[in-house]
């Protein structure tokens, strides 16, 4: 699960950050309200967490775009702030959930379980892109009603490469959300080209359309046609 972490404050984003990938989740973070939308085009979150008070656009502004283009994003408001007029008007524009500042760790991440599961909806556990089908409650995948046979790893890469359908992913954004290596010496890239061939010889070897892209010097996009 991807989370946008939209904050001002370094200190409070790098501690976000920490805490939320020790809990497995693949974290994305902005400095401002303009950095985080423009994030949220290219890198769809399954939840937002976003301060209310930030230079340019504040909280209450980016949440209005947010809404305008997604009504049912998760979005979990930080404030500083104790006014119950704000905390009206955050939810009056949408927001899912309310925390301020300072706040435990360990209640943001109830309130995120609880959001994430409560917006797992019967199209979030399907993922379907041209003939291509992922079940991710069976963990089962399939291609022209065909069953294909993966190992957890490829379900793993493949189900962030549907998720992500039309856009290119690095290599590098792939060993940091698949492979959850952030620290590493030596690139996963050979790693990471094996996986991507053994997923075609699954996926697309027996068929006209191929749907894994490789953008060359770039890295890899899943898409029904060339891209």
Request: charged share 30%; glycine share 8%.
């Amino acid at each position: 699960m991807n989370i946008l972490v939209v904050e001002d404050e370094a200190l409070i984003t790098d501690f976000l950050r920490r805490g939320l990938e020790a809990e497995g989740y693949a974290v994305d973070t902005a400095a401002c309200g303009e950095d985080g939308l423009a994030l949220l085009r290219t890198r769809p979150a399954d939840l937002v967490i976003l301060d209310v008070m930030m230079p340019g656009m504040d909280g209450f502004e980016v949440l209005g775009a947010i809404r305008a283009s997604d009504p049912e994003l998760p979005v979990i408001m930080l404030t500083a702030r104790g006014e119950v007029a704000d905390r009206v008007r955050g939810l009056d524009l949408g927001a899912t959930d309310y925390l301020g500042k300072p706040f435990a760790f360990a209640e943001l991440l109830a309130r995120i379980r609880a959001l994430l599961r409560r917006g797992r909806t019967n199209d979030t556990l399907h993922l379907r892109v041209g003939d291509l089908d992922m079940d991710l409650v069976s963990r089962k995948v399939a291609r022209g009603g065909q069953s294909v046979d993966l190992t957890v790893r490829e379900f793993e890469l493949l189900e962030y490469l549907m998720r992500h359908e039309n856009q290119v992913v690095p290599r590098d954004t792939l060993a940091r959300d698949v492979w959850k290596e952030t620290s590493r010496g030596t690139p996963l890239n050979n790693v990471i080209d094996v996986h991507i061939a053994r997923l075609r010889r699954k996926v697309d070897a027996e068929h006209g359309t191929k749907l894994i892209h490789t953008i060359r010097g770039i890295g890899f996009m899943l898409r029904d046609g060339e891209p």
